[in-house]
């Protein structure tokens, strides 16, 4: 028997004779699960509401004299228990064993029984229920019929397929496209024996979150372009690991063959994800295996007249010395900065920060490759650290807290495209209990809408005086039920990010930062940051810089905070930095991509590490291939402080991680007599270093706040606002070209006003111009944009803002095209 202690409300079944205490409104099916028995199903998911539509999990209720029975067999699934019920399952009781089959057989008839060509086939509950819950032979002969057939496949989008004839109609497919996603873009068309899936001619299944739909369907009518006809289930190896595109870490499992990756499914996390991940985890793992793959280490050699010339083919042990020999020259030149970019692992951020200092002497290590402010180093101490600020401290905010808040106000973040994972978790929280979601942002997009949520409407560089205003706002209001979700982009006004810790302060809400990259939340806490050491030790204090060399067994570490990543480029580009050291940065990124590779050029010296040629790896003297996440083990640091360790799914020679390539080069740079070899050479070893390191426990230096800005641009034009949506033209998303044909259409959004004053109607297509050059898109007019604001999304296929427009935040002007 079945019991919880101290609980006098739990209701009492008993199912095949078991008895089982389970909490008031349970599900038979769910009681059974607890007792340990198993009821066959196919539409039931525990995230899903019951609907009781293919009626397999049919149980026998009999009369226990309690008045509680039914005549009939019942859908567990559908059924809540009752004090004292009786439930009899198909192995105790003939009736619902006669049930069951006969459900079976009634699927059976019409289902194409293609089981050695289906994707499904081998991982498939109707092929393992129709053995273990159905007939042993058909009572439907070849010669009384021909099952019904469908033309195929249909593309849903250009991803998901839809096979109609395997189809049972269970309708997880539409329930979670509705219920989980809010994208009912798919429903159940005609009626009857008809019945069957289908979209609007004109509205394709184009939802973030579509593949979760092939998972959960318990037969192979829904695949994927990418994966259809590609294997067998049995033959994949199966690892569990994390998703590397953003900063959730959603749980995944890699399946491979014949050291290839095939798919990747959702992994089972109930504290993180649950059982949903975004299409970009699901199906953009193909950019590692591109033909610009770099293979080998390359070196290039300097012309008998001092010109530099060609890359060539390197051994590791010549690289390295190559490296360590160029990089001491520049040290000794001037000095040399480290970009380390914001996709590392932990570990492998980790080695950068720690050959900075005792390699190269230098806190000139930024991990931010993209656009920051002077405050915003002072905030990740304050908030992701945790030293907190006068009369404040921050507490550690969770998935679970999400649900259980009342308000969520987001500042410069964009869930839906941002951070997917939070995007669901939030949406389920406005459904379950009516959580409120407020966001600053200049319009209401399609995630607020499908979360219920609120817009704050504020125009680029207003952010400081929007979250002021929400204290003590008569409808806005926050309090210390609040949790205000703070994005990356929110650093690019001045005083912003300041405000959101002010409203945080006041207000007793909890405050948490969400940043785009899988990697930032662990390069903070291990200092790949010019005035934080790993652990949140202060480059600043002298006890925190005593505490980390006599951890690293050197005598000292430079004193003075570094360059900021802006500052790093700014100094290379004047030659006050003679080498830089570069790590997985996509010029594009950057906050002004001509500057950086004005930098790349300008400095005498250039190592990069990198997994694909890019415009780095072209510039530079000395080029370093590291292993993918794929390739490598690991740990990602989630927006919630959550460390997500994974191991290495394959294992390629022509690849190491970047902590044991910055191994090479410190232990070069050691014989050399510069510095001190980092001393570690694998992840375990730099795992077990950081478990002795620890956290800081000293006394963190106080959160500087920075005034608010003069609000929105002035000038001439519109104030430019943007991001990037989740599926763009993103190095780590290039190879699935089915995936791409999903991703949303770059568009200019205006408010209606906006628009009419530049004579522009829906549709219409329109040049953007900044200071960087234009943009050609089609006109969206948004009831909801701010007036006065282009809303242009920033790396989306052909609109790579940075480079070819402007900078977020500046004056940009829009016409008609054909003006």
Not at 298 to 318: I, N
Not at 403 to 425: C, K, M, N, Y
Not at 444 to 458: D, N, S
Request: net charge negative; hydrophobic share 45%; aromatic share 6%.
């Amino acid at each position: 028997m079945t019991t919880t202690p101290d609980r006098t409300d739990l209701v009492t079944v008993t199912i095949d004779g078991v008895q089982v205490d389970v909490e008031p409104g349970t599900l038979v099916i769910r009681a059974a699960e607890q007792a340990g028995i198993q009821v066959p199903r196919f539409c039931d998911h525990p995230l899903l509401k019951p609907v009781g539509a293919c009626r397999q999990c049919l149980v026998d209720v009999p009369d226990a004299g309690n008045g509680r029975g039914f005549p009939k067999p019942q859908a567990s699934c559908t059924l809540p228990v009752s004090p004292g019920m009786v439930v009899e399952t198909q192995a105790s009781s003939p009736v619902a064993d006669k049930a069951q089959q006969g459900v079976m057989e009634l699927l059976l008839v019409n289902h194409p029984l293609d089981c050695p060509v289906c994707d499904k086939g081998g991982e498939c509950p109707l092929q393992n229920q129709a053995m273990s819950n159905g007939r042993t032979e058909s009572r439907f002969a070849a010669n009384e019929g021909t099952k019904r057939t469908f033309p195929k496949p249909i593309n849903l989008s250009p991803q998901i397929l839809l096979d109609r004839e395997r189809c049972i109609v269970c309708q997880r497919c539409t329930r979670f496209a509705s219920e989980i996603a809010g994208d009912p873009f798919i429903s159940l068309v005609e009626r009857g024996a008809r019945q069957q899936i289908g979209i609007a001619e004109d509205a394709p299944f184009y939802s973030y979150f579509s593949g979760n739909t092939i998972q959960i369907c318990p037969v192979g009518a829904l695949t994927s372009e990418a994966y259809r006809f590609r294997s067998r289930p049995f033959d994949l190896v199966s690892t569990p690991s994390v998703a590397e595109h953003d900063a959730c870490g959603a749980a995944i499992r890699v399946d491979h063959r014949r050291g290839r990756v095939l798919r990747r499914l959702a992994g089972d996390d109930a504290a993180v994800n649950e059982e949903w991940i975004t299409d970009k985890d699901r199906f953009a793992f193909a950019w590692p295996a591109q033909d610009d793959r770099l293979g080998y280490p390359m070196v290039r050699d300097t012309e008998a007249d001092g010109t530099r010339g060609e890359l060539r083919p390197a051994s590791w042990p010549e690289a390295f010395a190559v490296a360590a020999r160029g990089l001491a020259a520049a040290k000794a030149a001037g000095g040399v900065g480290l970009l380390p970019g914001g996709r590392l692992t932990a570990e492998d951020a980790y080695a950068w920060s720690k050959l900075a200092r005792t390699g190269l002497g230098t806190n000139d290590v930024d991990f931010r490759a993209r656009p920051l402010s002077a405050e915003e180093e002072s905030f990740l101490s304050a908030v992701v650290v945790g030293s907190g600020v006068e009369g404040w401290k921050p507490g550690a905010v969770t998935y679970a807290d999400l649900e259980s808040a009342r308000t969520v106000v987001l500042a410069g973040l964009e869930p839906e495209d941002e951070a997917g994972t939070i995007f669901l978790r939030l949406r389920k929280a406005s459904l379950a209990s009516g959580l409120r979601v407020l966001a600053v942002a200049p319009f209401a997009t399609r995630g607020l809408a499908k979360m219920g949520g609120t817009l704050v409407p504020t125009a680029p560089g207003d952010e400081p005086a929007a979250l002021t205003g929400l204290l003590g706002h008569a409808d806005h209001g926050v309090d210390a039920d609040t949790i205000v979700l703070v994005g990356e982009r929110l650093a690019l006004v001045p005083g912003a990010l300041s405000a959101a810790v002010e409203l945080a302060a006041k207000s007793g809400a909890r405050l948490a930062w969400v940043p785009r990259r899988a990697g930032d939340r662990g390069a903070v806490e291990t200092g790949a940051l010019p005035g934080l050491l790993p652990g949140g030790r202060p480059v600043a204090d002298a006890a925190a810089r005593v505490d980390a060399a006599a951890h690293w067994g050197v005598e000292s570490l430079p004193e003075t905070p570094g360059r900021d990543a802006d500052a790093i480029v700014a100094a290379a580009a004047a030659g006050d930095l003679a080498g830089l050291l570069v790590g997985g940065v996509d010029p594009a990124d950057t906050a002004d991509p001509a500057a950086f590779l004005a930098a790349l050029q300008a400095a005498s010296f250039v190592v990069s590490l990198e997994v694909r040629a890019t415009a780095v790896t072209a510039a530079a003297d000395v080029v370093l291939p590291v292993a993918p996440p794929v390739e490598k083990a690991g740990s990602y640091v989630t927006w919630d402080g959550r460390v997500r360790p994974f191991e290495a799914v394959l294992h390629t020679p022509a690849a190491l991680p970047d902590c044991r390539v910055l191994a090479g080069i410190g232990e070069e740079l050691a014989a050399l007599g510069v510095g001190r070899a980092l001393g570690f050479r694998t992840v375990d070893e730099v795992r077990g270093e950081l478990a002795q390191l620890g956290p800081w426990d000293g006394e963190a230096p106080a959160f500087v706040p920075v005034a608010a800005g003069a609000g929105a641009a002035t000038g001439d034009g519109l104030a430019l606002a943007g991001w990037r949506t989740l599926l763009d033209d993103g190095s780590l998303q290039a190879g699935d070209k089915h995936l791409a044909a999903t991703a949303r259409p770059a568009v200019v959004r205006l408010s209606p006003a906006t628009a009419a004053e530049a004579g522009l109607a829906d549709g219409a297509s329109a040049t953007v111009t900044g200071d960087r050059g234009s943009l050609t898109l089609p006109v969206e007019v948004v009831d909801s944009m701010v007036d006065g604001t282009a809303w242009v999304p920033t790396n989306s296929y052909g609109t790579a803002v940075l480079s070819r427009l402007a900078s977020p935040g500046s004056r940009v002007s829009v016409k008609g095209a054909d003006q």
